[in-house]
């Protein structure tokens, strides 16, 4: 049981570069979340998914798109990369979204935009 | 829009010493708070989770209470060890949008 874990762990990007953040979960978790931090803003949520073929914007979402065509995935994309962008990207999952249920959060992606 | 501020931004102590750290919300229509420990580099590990119905909830040396009308928690860790040096961040999960919100956390520094 790898719980969550996101791929690549590291990337360097120019300016206008695209590029997609994978995220993967073995728990049959329903919800899932991605999530930027920055220094001094902890984290925003960029962009949200309540089950598979469902997404939604949370708080920062502009310049970012997801999908998630399977449940147990949830991709994040940048399609032309800005140095705003450089951020440390984290996912997380839940299995529902009740008062009980706790959230794991992966090991993070640090994205470096040039 | 709930926001969340962590008091104080960063904390040294000697070893052994109790630490205690604040957490304000400005939304209380929340299901739960969730307190999370994060090491350097890492991501965000679980520590406690307080239901809106619960007034604290225990693990070990940690203790978190919540009071939800005045929109605060706080995270107790007793007899504090060089492990225990991390940021901590709370998050309450507002009922509205069901969604957690983020405080800027806490770095704690232990020294032996």
């Known amino acids: 049981n790898a719980g969550v874990t996101q791929t690549p762990k590291f990337r360097v990007l120019k300016t206008g570069q695209s590029m997609t953040l994978l995220c993967a979960q073995d728990m049959n978790h329903e919800y899932m979340y991605w999530y930027r931090q920055d220094p001094g803003m902890g984290l925003r949520l960029i962009h949200y998914s309540v089950g598979e073929g469902t997404t939604a914007k949370g708080e920062v979402p502009d310049g970012y798109n997801v999908s998630r065509l399977k449940k147990q995935n949830f991709l994040l994309g940048l399609e032309s990369a800005a140095p705003s962008q450089t951020s440390v990207y984290f996912c997380?999952?839940?299995?529902?979204?009740?008062?009980?249920?706790?959230?794991?959060f992966g090991p993070g992606t640090r994205l470096l935009v040039l | 829009k709930q926001e969340v501020t962590q008091i104080p931004a960063a904390l040294s102590v000697p070893e052994g010493e109790n630490l205690v750290l604040n957490c304000s919300f400005t939304d209380s229509a929340i299901y739960n708070l969730q307190w999370f420990r994060q090491d350097p580099g890492k991501g965000l590990t679980s520590l406690l989770l307080i239901q809106s119905s619960q007034r604290e909830q225990t693990s070990g040396r940690l203790n978190a209470s919540l009071d939800k009308s005045s929109g605060r928690s706080t995270l107790y860790i007793a007899a504090s060890q060089p492990g225990d040096s991390a940021t901590y961040l709370c998050a309450p999960h507002r009922a509205a949008g069901n969604k957690l919100t983020f405080g800027g956390g806490t770095r704690v520094l232990v020294k032996p």
């Open positions: 997380a999952s839940r299995l529902f979204g009740t008062s009980i249920e706790t959230q794991y």
